[in-house]
């Protein structure tokens, strides 16, 4: 596995994106910096990581035929493959909080960015961000948020989780045209945070409304049952679920 360590940069996902325009970086590469100053996450958030307590890399995969409709696909592969990762770190009740948070104990210690390339009709490479909590002790300001350590007691090696974790996920990208889409769908579910039972919502204009979430479907749309045998899907933008 070939790893480009940055000191300092704005965004993992931006220099690997900014790289594929120049050259075409080799499959499997993974970035990593000790500090962005201009980290990204989802739905056009920042992402705030401490130095030399955290993680932030950036893996870059390329697939042969993935059509663009296995979009959500890439999402639930990344999502399943840093749960299996984590838990080989022995770090205990891992759950994914749609639509691909990592929580450990019911808060969050990772996030994910999935920028996907696309050519004519596939996604031809996918830059997969990760940001992980490691060895932060306190967040202060973040109630929500855990890292490993606080998870599980232990002090980790940042070298070594990097090694891990990025091993483990290119695996599970690379053997995703093996799997049928509604495999890894299934699997995904049943890690779900919050599935079954009674859960609140948030739009972005700040209503908040009750509803259970029953599943996903194939493009990654949440499906809440609002009352019984009222069905929604939603799509990240228009939904927040809370914890
Ligand atoms: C989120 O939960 O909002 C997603 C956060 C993703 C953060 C990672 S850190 C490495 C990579 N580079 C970025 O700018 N973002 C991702």
């Not at 480009?4 to 690997?16: G, R």
């Not at 980290?39 to 950036?58: I, M, N």
């Not at 299934?186 to 908040?208: C, D, H, I, R």
Request: charged share 25%.
């Amino acid at each position: 596995m070939k790893i480009i360590k940055l000191n300092a940069i704005d965004s993992t996902n931006t220099y690997l994106k900014n790289l594929s325009r120049e050259t075409r970086p080799e499959d499997g590469l993974v970035v990593v910096a000790n500090a962005q100053t201009n980290g990204r996450g989802q739905v056009g958030a920042s992402w705030q990581s401490k130095e030399g307590e955290s993680l932030t890399f950036s893996v870059f995969k390329s697939f042969n035929s993935l059509p663009i409709s296995a979009h959500a696909t890439v999402l639930f592969t990344t999502a399943i493959a840093i749960k299996e990762a984590l838990e080989q770190l022995n770090i205990s009740n891992i759950e994914i909080k749609w639509p691909n948070d990592i929580l450990a104990g019911g808060k969050k210690c990772c996030g994910v960015l999935i920028e996907n390339q696309l050519q004519q009709d596939t996604i031809a490479t996918a830059i997969v961000g990760v940001g992980l909590n490691v060895n932060e002790t306190e967040f202060d300001e973040l109630p929500q948020a855990t890292s490993l350590h606080l998870a599980s007691g232990c002090i980790f090696n940042l070298d070594d989780v990097l090694q891990h974790v990025s091993k483990i996920l290119l695996k599970h990208l690379s053997e995703i045209e093996r799997f049928s889409s509604e495999e890894i769908k299934t699997k995904y579910e049943a890690s779900l945070f919050k599935k079954g039972v009674v859960s609140t919502f948030e739009t972005p204009n700040g209503n908040q409304f009750s509803g259970i979430i029953r599943g996903v479907k194939d493009n990654g749309e949440l499906i809440v049952e609002k009352e019984q045998d009222v069905i929604k899907t939603f799509e990240v933008k228009q939904i927040r679920l809370l914890y």
